[in-house]
């Protein structure tokens, strides 16, 4: 389940099953979107990403769904494997912009 | 090497003393970002570098902290008279060309703990 206070929220799941991480972006301007997967005592690592004319992009064993009309972005891993265990970031940047505005992360647990 | 690098990966400092954090980017790649992340926290950015524009500073916390970027190519980060809630890792990131759509590649960060 999920848990959210002072601690990043967590998502246990058992392996094999699916997941989905949530993140709900703030800026009605920001036009491309990045999932990415840290380690710990690693830099972010790039999963996927999806331009603001998509609503739905797949990659090998990922899929980003993005609702503009709510400003929600999700990443579903298929048949999540013990080293999907990491904390999920979704980042969001508006067109005139480089930088990347980031959300404030997902721990996914994998229960062997 | 092919990945982004930074040095050190771990600095200890006593409040008051000046650190210098080192980046140095993909070859070829003409932007670099830093951001800082906070224990359990997002990452916030800081500043980046854009070719040979002027640096976007719109994130620096404070006048403590100031970036250079020589040649276009390895980055330093300054941070002056540290303080404990500078504590936190480091990230620097590059990518191909500025603006939306391309890649940011991160270093592994550089761990600053302020005493």
């Known amino acids: 389940g999920e848990s959210v206070g002072l601690h990043l929220p967590t998502l246990s799941v058992q392996e094999g099953d699916n997941s989905i991480i949530n993140c709900a972006y703030s800026n009605s301007a920001s036009d491309y979107f990045i999932w990415y997967k840290q380690e710990s005592g690693k830099g972010p690592q790039f999963i996927i990403d999806?331009?603001?004319?998509?609503d739905k992009r797949q990659g090998q064993r990922v899929t980003v769904l993005l609702n503009k009309t709510v400003k929600h972005l999700s990443l579903q891993i298929a048949a999540t494997q013990p080293g999907d265990s990491a904390v999920y970031f979704c980042?969001?940047?508006?067109?005139?912009?480089?930088?990347?505005?980031f959300g404030k992360g997902t721990k996914l647990s994998v229960k062997p | 090497g092919a990945g982004v690098s930074q040095s050190p990966s771990n600095k200890v400092t006593e409040k008051g003393k000046d650190v210098e954090l080192r980046c140095d980017p993909i070859?070829?790649?003409?932007?670099l970002y830093w951001y800082r992340q906070s224990l359990g926290q997002g990452l916030e950015f800081l500043i980046y570098?854009?070719?040979?524009?002027?640096?976007?500073k719109s994130g620096l916390p404070s006048d403590r902290f100031s970036a250079e970027r020589t040649g276009g190519s390895v980055s330093t980060l300054t941070i002056q008279r540290t303080q404990q809630e500078d504590s936190a890792v480091y990230l620097c990131?590059?990518?191909?060309?500025?603006?939306?759509?391309?890649?940011?590649?991160f270093g592994p960060g550089t761990r600053l703990t302020v005493l």
């Open positions: 990131a590059s990518s191909l060309s500025p603006g939306t759509g391309d890649e940011q590649f």
């Open positions: 999806i331009r603001s004319n998509m």
């Open positions: 980042a969001e940047t508006p067109r005139s912009q480089g930088n990347l505005i």
């Open positions: 070859s070829g790649h003409t932007a």
């Open positions: 570098f854009q070719g040979n524009s002027a640096p976007d």
